[in-house]
């Protein structure tokens, strides 16, 4: 069944997102101060924005409504100069005008269209996990709700240029590291269980992530905030692909000598896969990236993550 909403058409979206029993999917530009209430996702669903500086400063999105879902389970990406809204509840989607605000629920005209065709809601759905790529934690909310300004809506006043071509989604700097198992180095346990330790308090999502480490070479450059897309060789030559995971921390060990650098990932609780298939998702000339140990371009960064979210 499709059909056209107008007026009230949040009381429908807020009724949909409070009794949906399954994770939502929600690519939306805008979500302002009340948005939380206005749209009670529950835990696990995607929820993608606009949470780029501009739409800080200029009060369109307020990462503090961002957190309070984030402290529910909601996992919050941000995509610059998104425009979509679109919104996924179970069986149903929605697609159409409206921003997840107060003034588009007492103020606008918003013209949305409800559908349970399964073509469009596969489609709709597969729009939001393609765009479920720069995450945002508690941390990077927290520093982002130090640019909020309220908005105003008054005429007047100069306009931001328009963009002659869409800006590419910020993403941190991504790694992928070739790890071969194997024990840890004579004399670093304790190190590495105080990094350890320190790794699992900085952890922003225990709930729905493990954390991981591996160590490398002292000199080798990875900084907090960093992702780290891991392929690890078994005893019995299998390459397997763990998930994209955030650097938390790192602790330098030295040796008599030796030294190494241990470095702690937090990653979602999602199996790993096998190198040769992975391959295929992320397409052609992957595999040579991929086993490059390096820093990849931001590129090729977005086809790892997206290829996670197919």
């Given at each position: 069944m499709?059909?056209?909403?107008t007026?009230?058409?949040w009381?429908r979206?807020s009724?949909s997102?409070?009794?949906?029993?399954?994770?939502?999917h929600?690519a939306v530009a805008?979500?302002?101060?009340?948005?939380?209430?206005l749209?009670?996702?529950?835990?696990?669903?995607?929820?993608v924005v606009?949470?780029?500086?501009?739409?800080?400063?200029?009060?369109?999105?307020?990462p503090?409504?961002?957190k309070?879902?984030?402290?529910?389970?909601?996992?919050?990406?941000?995509?610059?100069?998104?425009?979509?809204?679109?919104f996924v509840?179970?069986?149903e989607?929605?697609?159409?005008?409206?921003?997840v605000?107060?003034?588009?629920?007492?103020t606008?005209?918003?013209?949305?269209?409800?559908?349970?065709?399964r073509?469009?809601?596969?489609?709709?759905k597969?729009?939001?996990?393609?765009?479920?790529?720069?995450?945002?934690?508690?941390?990077e909310?927290?520093r982002?709700?130090k640019?909020?300004?309220?908005?105003?809506y008054?005429?007047?006043?100069?306009?931001?240029?328009?963009?002659s071509?869409?800006?590419?989604?910020e993403?941190?700097?991504?790694?992928?590291?070739?790890?071969?198992?194997?024990?840890?180095?004579?004399?670093?346990?304790?190190?590495?269980?105080?990094g350890?330790?320190e790794?699992k308090?900085?952890m922003e999502?225990?709930?729905?992530?493990?954390l991981?480490y591996?160590?490398?070479?002292s000199?080798?450059?990875?900084?907090?905030?960093?992702?780290?897309?891991?392929?690890?060789?078994?005893?019995?030559?299998?390459?397997?692909?763990?998930?994209p995971g955030?650097v938390t921390?790192?602790?330098?060990?030295?040796g008599?000598?030796?030294?190494r650098?241990?470095?702690y990932?937090e990653?979602?609780k999602?199996?790993?896969?096998?190198?040769?298939?992975?391959?295929?998702?992320v397409g052609?000339?992957?595999?040579r990236?991929?086993?490059?140990d390096?820093?990849?371009?931001?590129?090729?960064?977005e086809?790892?993550?997206a290829a996670?979210?197919?």
């Open positions: 499709t059909e056209l909403l007026h009230y058409c009381k979206l009724r997102a409070r009794t949906c029993r399954s994770p939502a929600v805008y979500f302002s101060s009340g948005a939380a209430k749209l009670p996702l529950c835990a696990d669903s995607r929820l606009d949470a780029s500086a501009h739409a800080i400063r200029s009060g369109q999105t307020h503090d409504d961002l309070a879902l984030v402290d529910r389970g909601v996992r919050v990406f941000s995509v610059p100069n998104l425009h979509a809204k679109v509840f179970g069986s989607a929605f697609i159409g005008s409206a921003n605000s107060n003034r588009s629920n007492h606008l005209i918003e013209a949305v269209v409800a559908t349970s065709d073509t469009v809601v596969a489609s709709a597969q729009f939001v996990r393609d765009h479920c790529l720069h995450e945002l934690g508690p941390v909310l927290d982002l709700q640019l909020y300004r309220p908005p105003k008054t005429g007047g006043g100069s306009r931001r240029p328009m963009l071509t869409p800006s590419r989604i993403l941190p700097r991504h790694h992928v590291a070739v790890i071969t198992l194997d024990d840890l180095p004579v004399g670093s346990g304790s190190t590495q269980k105080a350890e330790r790794g308090r900085l999502y225990p709930r729905t992530h493990r991981d591996f160590w490398t070479g000199n080798d450059k990875y900084a907090v905030g960093d992702m780290i897309t891991q392929i690890t060789e078994g005893t019995d030559g299998r390459q397997m692909v763990s998930p955030k921390n790192t602790r330098l060990w030295r008599r000598n030796d030294s650098l241990f470095v990932i990653l979602p999602t199996r790993r896969v096998e190198l040769s298939r992975f391959v295929k998702r052609r000339g992957s595999r990236k991929l086993l490059s390096d820093e990849v371009t931001p590129e090729f960064a086809r790892i993550l996670w979210n197919r």
